[in-house]
């Protein structure tokens, strides 16, 4: 009887300390937020560049964590009762445990309410670290995704070059047929691709009023253009695709190694917080 009321489990300290963890998480990030707020100069002069505030932001998010996982721990491991100090340490556990599951509920669910928007708007104002930990690494593939999002399709250079070139010669429908004759021919089906060309011709010399072998030179120009700012868009995009497979790697790396870090420091604190056995009050028992 001793040894079951010693590893009894209470889910009242539990609680307690996840919810101490909660608060001490919470209030630690306000201070980050005004930390790095205070850091920002008005005139711009001497600020920290973008990656380093996400960085700062990453770290003070993993910090607090741990601070959090520890005090949570330790009040859960009191509040047990239990005098072993691997039961008061699983209390922690259980108690981290607790934590992570009601951040990720509150970070990713649409019903997370006041305190998940405040989670969510103190998280944000970090930089989003806590959504890496939270909601699944939104960093990584959203920074990336504006600069997939940049690169420009080849053609619309190709066709506003032809609509100027053919600009206060001829009416507007003119230049629209030879900007979709030029479409037609730079993406059209290769074995038509010398009908393509002639109609592109035509339009062209149409459109700016010139000979028929000019046209044909321009028409050759273009395809070499597109064809260059098609190769350097691919690029563009491999290079986007690959920043943010590594930055995804990597948040997901560091997510869980904080996780684990938060695990153990609730684990100790949980120790730390267990009650000093006395002897005879403990046989009594």
């Known amino acids: 009887m001793r040894a079951v009321l010693r590893h009894q489990v209470s889910w009242g300290a539990i609680l307690a300390g996840a919810v101490m963890a909660l608060v001490t998480q919470l209030v630690l990030n306000i201070v980050g937020v005004g930390v790095g707020l205070a850091s920002i100069g008005t005139d711009g002069a001497g600020n920290p560049g973008a990656a380093t505030l996400s960085l700062g932001a990453g770290l003070w998010w993993v910090v607090s964590g741990i601070l ?23 209390h922690g556990l259980v108690s981290w445990a607790v934590t992570t599951l009601v951040v990720v509920y509150l970070l990713t669910a649409t019903a997370g309410g006041i305190l998940g928007g405040a989670f969510n708007a103190v998280t944000g104002a970090v930089g989003g670290a806590g959504s890496a930990l939270g909601g699944g690494l939104q960093t990584a593939a959203q920074t990336a995704a504006p600069a997939l ?19 206060g010669q001829d009416p507007a429908a003119l230049r629209d047929a030879a900007a979709a004759a030029m479409r037609a021919y730079l993406t059209g089906d290769p074995a038509q691709r010398q009908q393509a060309e002639t109609r592109a011709a ?7 009023n010139i000979p028929a072998d000019q046209a044909r030179q321009q028409i050759q120009d273009y395809q070499r253009q597109y064809e260059q700012a098609l190769a350097s868009a691919k690029q563009k995009a491999e290079a986007a695709a690959a920043t943010a497979k590594s930055a995804a790697t990597q948040g997901a790396f560091y997510a869980a190694l904080a996780l684990v870090l938060g695990a153990l420091a609730a684990f100790l604190g949980g120790r730390l917080g267990a009650v000093a056995p006395q002897g005879p009050a403990l046989h009594r028992a």
């Open 202 to 208: 035509e339009a062209l010399a149409k459109a700016q």
């Open 149 to 167: 999002g940049r690169v420009a399709n080849p053609l619309d250079g190709i066709e506003q070059r032809v609509r100027e070139a053919a600009s």
């Open 68 to 90: 959090a996982s520890l005090t949570g721990g330790a009040l859960a491991g009191r509040l047990s009762g239990k005098p072993d100090g691997s039961t008061s340490g699983f």
